[in-house]
């Protein structure tokens, strides 16, 4: 990974780039590359594959933290536990549900506004009024391990080790702390069998 001008308050400039693998195409070989970056403020610049997004610093620091949440349930099933949900405000509700199969799933889905900049660009920011054109935005987990990414009909899976990276990339791109070194100090865990209902909204 390699970054650019990383300040302490939000950088006027920033870089990253990695090569992630599909994760529901990873039996074959499957890799795209993810790019994360900052030209300016509040907007943080995001490239998956071929399509360039740019989130504002709102939006950007909730999905970094969904994301995060999802790595956080996917360990737990790992290990037999859950953890509890960090009482936070969020922009996209979150949703912990337990399965059949005893095993839990995440779920994160909000509405923004939307559109398309002039340089193609798909801009991402907080709704506002009702004249807004608003798509959905989303992050799930899915089977064996895997995060999914939605912006309306495009989708993006990955493994856990790509969620963390890019869970800090978007941190860093806004000059914040890695969130690996702060949602586990304020997360606890405690296993499954006690967890009632199955449902947790936060």
């Known amino acids: 990974m390699k970054f650019v001008g990383i300040n302490e308050v939000r950088p006027a400039t920033f870089f ?4 992630f693998v599909c994760w529901r195409g990873r039996e074959h070989d499957e890799l795209y590359s993810c790019k994360v970056s900052r030209q300016g403020d509040y907007y943080v610049g995001l490239n998956l ?3 360039p997004i740019r989130l504002s610093d709102a939006i950007a620091e909730d999905i970094a933290r969904c994301l995060y949440d999802a790595v956080l349930v996917t360990v737990g099933n790992l290990a037999g536990f859950v953890p509890t949900p960090t009482v936070r405000d969020s922009k996209l509700e979150r949703t912990f549900r337990k399965r059949v199969s005893g095993e839990w799933s995440y779920s994160a889905d909000g509405r923004f506004n939307c559109h398309e900049a002039e340089d193609d660009v798909y801009v991402v920011e907080p709704w506002a009024g009702e004249q807004e054109q608003t798509e959905a935005v989303a992050i799930y987990t899915i089977d064996e391990g895997g995060v ?3 912006f309306d009909l ?3 899976s990955f493994g856990m080790l ?3 990276w890019l869970a800090n990339a978007l941190m860093e791109a806004m000059g914040r702390d890695q969130l690996d070194t702060l949602e586990t100090i304020s997360m606890s865990c405690r296993p ?5 209902p199955a449902e947790i909204r936060a």
């Open 162 to 164: 790509d969620a963390v």
């Open 49 to 51: 594959d071929i399509m």
């Open 192 to 196: 499954m069998a006690g967890i009632h």
């Open 16 to 19: 990253a780039e990695r090569e």
């Open 154 to 156: 495009m989708g993006f």
């Open 148 to 150: 999914e990414l939605v």
